[in-house]
C-alpha cells in the first residue's frame, strides 16, 4: 500500500519505524511518502497559517499551502481518496480501517492549529475521520493509530498465527484474557481450563470470556449482534457465575 502523507511535522511518523509496522515498512508492505506544506508556502516567509476571519484564538492553516501539497501528492498516487483527520470527523472503527486496508493507496492531511481552512475541505477531502471523542493537538497522533492499524490487516504483515484475522477484538466483541508462565504467581494460579491440553475446552472458555467482559464492560456492543444459541448459552453461564 502506498500511503501519502501531508504534515508540517513528518518526524512524528518515525514512531511507525517499530515492531511489526517498522517490518512492513522495511520490507514496503507499505510506504510512506510526506508532503510538507511548508515547502509549498508561495509566502516569503513559509507561512502556512493566518487569523481567523471573524476573530477568535488560534490560528487557521490557509488554503494555498497544503492545496499545492495534495496537488503533489495525488500526482504521485492519482486514485488515492483523501482523509482528513480532525475530531468533526466519524469515529473510526474497525470495520472502516478494514475497508481502508483494501485500497491501493491513501492520501492522509493532517491539521494543526485550530484546523484548515473550510473551502479546503469542501474541494479536496474526500473522507473526515476522527479517532475519538476527544481533541488532540493536531492530526498526527490520529494518523499514527490509523496507519497502525490500517497496516496490521495487510496481507503478509503479521505472521500466520495472530493474522488480523484472528484477532479477537474485530469490533464487535472484546478479546478474551491471556496468560503466560509461570503457571502461579504472586499466589495467582492461571485458569486450569489453559493448561488441561484440552482444546476445544479452551476455545469455549475464551469465547465465554470474550462474550462476559463484552457484556460487563461494552453492553452496547452485544445488543448491535445477534448471538449463535451456544453464544447465548455460553453468555448466561458467565453471567450466571457473576450472580454466584
Ligand atoms: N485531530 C485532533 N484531534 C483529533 C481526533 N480526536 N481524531 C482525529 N484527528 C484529530
Known amino acids: 500500500m502506498q500511503i501519502g502523507i501531508i504534515s508540517l511535522f513528518p518526524e512524528i511518523f518515525s514512531a511507525l519505524d517499530y515492531g511489526v509496522i517498522g517490518r512492513a515498512i522495511d520490507e514496503q508492505k507499505v510506504v510512506l511518502h510526506y508532503f510538507n506544506p511548508r515547502d509549498y508556502s508561495t509566502d516569503k516567509h513559509q507561512r502556512v497559517d493566518d487569523r481567523p476571519y471573524g476573530g477568535g484564538a488560534g490560528m487557521v492553516m490557509q488554503v494555498q499551502p497544503i492545496q499545492?501539497?495534495?496537488?503533489?501528492?495525488?500526482?504521485?498516487?492519482?486514485?488515492?481518496?483523501?482523509?482528513?483527520?480532525?475530531?468533526?470527523?466519524?469515529?473510526?472503527?474497525?470495520?472502516?480501517?478494514?475497508?481502508?486496508?483494501?485500497?491501493?493507496?491513501?492520501?492522509?492531511?493532517?491539521?494543526?492549529?485550530?484546523?484548515?481552512?473550510?473551502?479546503?475541505?469542501?474541494?479536496?477531502v474526500d473522507v473526515e475521520c476522527s479517532i475519538g471523542d476527544y481533541v488532540l493537538s493536531g492530526g498526527e497522533f490520529a494518523n499514527l493509530v490509523l496507519i497502525d492499524a490500517i497496516t496490521r490487516c495487510l496481507p503478509g504483515v503479521l505472521g500466520h498465527a495472530d493474522s488480523a484475522v484472528n484477532d479477537s477484538f474485530t469490533g464487535d466483541r472484546l478479546d478474551y484474557p491471556h496468560y503466560t508462565r509461570p503457571a502461579i504467581i504472586n499466589g495467582m494460579p492461571v485458569p486450569a481450563v489453559l493448561t488441561s491440553g484440552d482444546h476445544q475446552a479452551i476455545a469455549r472458555w475464551r469465547l465465554k470470556q470474550a462474550l462476559g467482559r463484552t457484556w460487563q464492560r461494552r453492553p452496547e456492543l452485544l445488543s448491535k449482534q445477534s448471538l449463535s444459541f451456544e453464544e447465548r448459552l455460553l453468555l448466561d453461564e458467565f453471567i450466571d457465575e457473576c450472580e454466584e
Open 68 to 124: 499545492a501539497a495534495i496537488t503533489c501528492a495525488k500526482a504521485c498516487l492519482p486514485t488515492a481518496p483523501v482523509i482528513y483527520l480532525t475530531p468533526q470527523g466519524r469515529v473510526l472503527q474497525q470495520d472502516t480501517v478494514q475497508l481502508l486496508s483494501k485500497q491501493p493507496s491513501l492520501i492522509f492531511l493532517n491539521g494543526r492549529y485550530e484546523g484548515v481552512d473550510e473551502r479546503l475541505i469542501a474541494a479536496e
